[in-house]
């Protein structure tokens, strides 16, 4: 079975540029979860979708924004980036919100 | 690919021998538990996972124990072997783990002798 996939791997962005990624749950899950990882430290969470609705929104910026689509895959934007904005970048599927399997991660270097 | 153990605390142990890690949680009213196994360019790998109806939950070569009065989670890992050697979250979760976020925390390094 494939896992939680996510794209693209790694990504190079300049300051106040855009970035969209993109995750793709495990067959049969409904949530979507997103989350920042910055080196060294555990990933901090960052919005939930659960049947294509918002469920959850962590302590980000307006310039951070999601959706889901109707076969459950999710995309992350993020404008304006800005030199704190580098980071890995965690999708995680799950039924209903429980036992989260996370993707590999997009690892996003703002220059 | 990158380290994810930065300026973690670190746990070194001999192959072989049994690993503690431990972790203090935050919120009191946070009622699910998992314990996350992170290596070098991956993603968080699910370990194992618990609630608070419980004090003790086992899997294969894994325990974890968890004490609602001092908030603290402890994952024990039995004959720890060199595969083993990664960055360990704990993460909590409150309304039963319905809600889709998970808070972690800092991680601890496990490193293997062998």
């Known amino acids: 079975d494939a896992g939680v996939t996510q794209s693209p791997t790694h990504l190079i962005k300049t300051r106040g540029q855009q970035v969209t990624l993109r995750c793709s749950p495990i067959?049969?899950?409904?949530?979507v979860s997103w989350y920042q990882q910055v080196l060294g430290q555990g990933p901090q969470f960052i919005f939930q979708?659960?049947?294509?609705?918002?469920?959850g929104r962590g302590n980000f910026p307006d310039r951070f924004s999601a959706r889901q689509f109707p076969n459950y895959s999710s995309e992350l934007n993020v404008n304006a980036l800005l030199l704190g904005d580098s980071a890995l970048y965690l999708c995680?599927?799950?039924?209903?919100?429980?036992?989260?399997?996370f993707g590999p991660g997009t690892r996003l270097t703002v220059l | 690919g990158e380290s994810v153990g930065l300026h973690l605390p670190t746990l070194s142990v001999q192959e072989g021998d049994n690993s503690i890690i431990n972790c203090a949680y935050s919120?009191?009213?946070?009622?699910?538990f998992i314990w996350y196994k992170q290596e070098s360019g991956k993603g968080p790998q699910f370990i194992i996972d618990?609630?608070?109806?419980?004090d003790k939950r086992q899997g294969q070569r894994v325990t974890v124990l968890l004490n609602k009065t001092v908030k603290h989670l402890s994952l024990q890992i039995a004959a720890t072997q060199p595969g083993d050697s990664a960055v360990y979250f704990c993460?909590?979760?409150?309304?039963?783990?319905?809600?889709?976020?998970?808070?972690f925390g800092k991680g601890t390094k496990l490193s293997v002798k062998p």
């Open positions: 993460a909590e979760n409150y309304d039963g783990g319905s809600q889709g976020n998970l808070i």
């Open positions: 067959s049969g899950h409904k949530s």
């Open positions: 979708y659960y049947e294509k609705e918002e469920r």
């Open positions: 919120n009191s009213a946070s009622d699910y």
């Open positions: 618990i609630r608070s109806n419980m």
């Open positions: 995680a599927s799950s039924l209903w919100g429980n036992e989260q399997f």
